[in-house]
């Protein structure tokens, strides 16, 4: 088991950063990829980004590629987003959940966090 906790999120206006963390406990937190998922009021959990292992591949969503950045630290246990240049359509609940390959289908990922709410006005 892993276990997930998310933590950061908030109101923001347009063009502003929020950074989010995860908080990972249980099984060795660098056998994960990472990944961060959103879900926006009436829409499907949808993709953000996800880390590798060791922390040396990222990729992201076309919709957030150039603003949001991805970081782990295994000493720490933690993975990071930070989100720039936020715009209205950013705002959702937020996910972090761990994977043992690189996934960007969510049902890939066997464990999640409970989620973090990021509203982002205009």
């Known amino acids: 088991q892993v276990q997930l906790v998310e933590s950061g999120g908030g109101l923001v206006q347009a063009g502003g950063s929020l950074r989010l963390s995860c908080a990972a406990s249980?099984?060795?937190?660098?056998?994960?990829?990472m990944g961060w998922f959103r879900r926006a009021p009436g829409k499907e959990r949808e993709f953000v980004g996800l880390i590798t292992r060791g922390g040396t591949s990222t990729r992201y969503a076309d919709s957030v590629n150039g603003r949001f950045t991805i970081s782990r630290d295994n000493a720490k246990n933690t993975v990071d987003l930070q989100m720039n240049s936020l715009k209205p359509e950013d705002t959702a609940v937020y996910f972090c959940?761990?994977?043992?390959?690189?996934?960007?289908?969510?049902?890939?990922?066997?464990?999640w966090g409970q989620g973090t709410q990021v509203t982002v006005s205009s």
């Open positions: 959940a761990a994977a043992r390959n690189w996934e960007v289908v969510p049902d890939s990922y066997a464990y």
């Open positions: 249980g099984r060795t937190f660098s056998n994960y990829v």
